[in-house]
């Protein structure tokens, strides 16, 4: 079960180098699927592309000291296992747990945070670029998992779960910790697909 080692390593500690194993997991285990059915595997792919561009980014925009301050703020394994046990146990209730539960605990905590250290212009650019993308995608998933949802509301419970990491006052660490935790959250929400797979 390499997913599930790597899914656990990705919670722990994001990384580009991380996502890259995910991602060869999700590829392997898509060819198992036959072609037509593709298509869920094909957007947690995309998703996990998306945010390992995001993380790139961020590393290119930040001082090898603030990305390693950045990168000690990101200590949310306790969350990410939770998250995980959920997807390999309890697939009908997992979007629920995971953003309802874990997800926004962990996002309060993280807005609460503010720190001093600014960072350089060009990494607010990359916020507000995955903030964008991930609005579109929780749109799609929200849209998918919950389509009696007035649009109205969906936009505004996106628009809450985004508005810290697109506020100013939100110190930068804070905003690609909440990010990240969106991307993972996103990810998970995506791999119902994949607990078939995972128990045979």
Not at 2 to 10: A, D, F
Not at 71 to 99: F, N, Y
Request: proline share 4%.
């Amino acid at each position: 079960m390499s997913l599930i080692t790597n899914l656990s390593r990705l919670l722990a500690g994001p990384a580009p180098d991380v996502l890259w194993d995910v991602q060869s997991d999700l590829l392997e285990l898509s060819d198992r699927l036959p072609r037509a059915e593709r298509g869920d595997a094909d957007r947690s792919i995309a998703i996990a592309g998306r945010f390992h561009q995001y993380l790139g980014d961020l590393a290119s925009k930040t001082t090898a000291h603030q990305y390693s301050q950045w990168a000690s703020q990101l200590d949310l394994g306790s969350v990410g296992v939770l998250a995980l046990q959920d997807l390999v146990s309890d697939r009908e209730r997992l979007l629920e747990k995971l953003l309802l539960g874990g997800l926004s605990e962990g996002l309060m905590v993280l807005a609460s945070r503010q720190y001093v250290k600014a960072w350089q212009a060009e990494a607010r650019q990359v916020h507000e670029e995955a903030s964008w993308w991930l609005f579109d995608a929780l749109w799609r998933l929200s849209r998918e998992l919950r389509p009696e949802l007035a649009p109205e509301d969906r936009r505004r419970g996106i628009e809450h779960l985004l508005a810290a990491a697109r506020s100013r006052e939100c110190a930068p660490e804070a905003k690609a910790a909440m990010l990240v935790v969106l991307f993972q959250g996103l990810l998970l929400a995506s791999l119902q697909w994949a607990v078939p797979l995972l128990r045979r």
